[in-house]
C-alpha cells in the first residue's frame, strides 16, 4: 500500500534552463519515520515528448550526514528512492535534504516535485 502524495515543489518553462543548476530540497517536514520515501519530478506539459523534460546527476541525501547509500534513481525515470533506516526523538535535529543537479532538456515544460512513503 502507499501512503498519500505530497506537492513539495514545481518548476515552470522559465525555471530550468540547459546549464546544469544544483538544488537542495529541504524533506525534514515529511521525512520523519524510519521507511522508504520516492521523489518523482511529474511534467505537466509535454510527457509524450520523450526529448524533453529535465535531466539529473549528483544526486544525494543528507540525514545524519551525507548518505549516498540511502538514495537510488528508479531505473531511467525521474523518481528518486530514499530509504530512513534510523529513528530519531527529535528529527529538526538532524534534517533531511535531497540534493541535486538539474537543467531542462531543449523543450521547456512545466510540472511538479512530489513525495510518498512506500509502505509494505
Known sequence: SEDLTTTIGNWDASTLNEEW???TIDLTPYINRIGQ?????????CDWAKDWGPEFKDWNVEMYG????AIERVSNTWKFRITRSQQTDKPEDFPTRFQVSIR????????TIDLRRISY
Request: aromatic share 8%; hydrophobic share 30%.
Open 21 to 23: 543548476k544544483n538544488v
Open 37 to 45: 520515501y520516492e521523489i518523482s519530478y511529474n511534467m505537466v506539459t
Open 66 to 69: 551525507l548518505l549516498p547509500e
Open 104 to 111: 531542462r532538456k531543449p523543450g521547456r515544460t512545466v510540472g
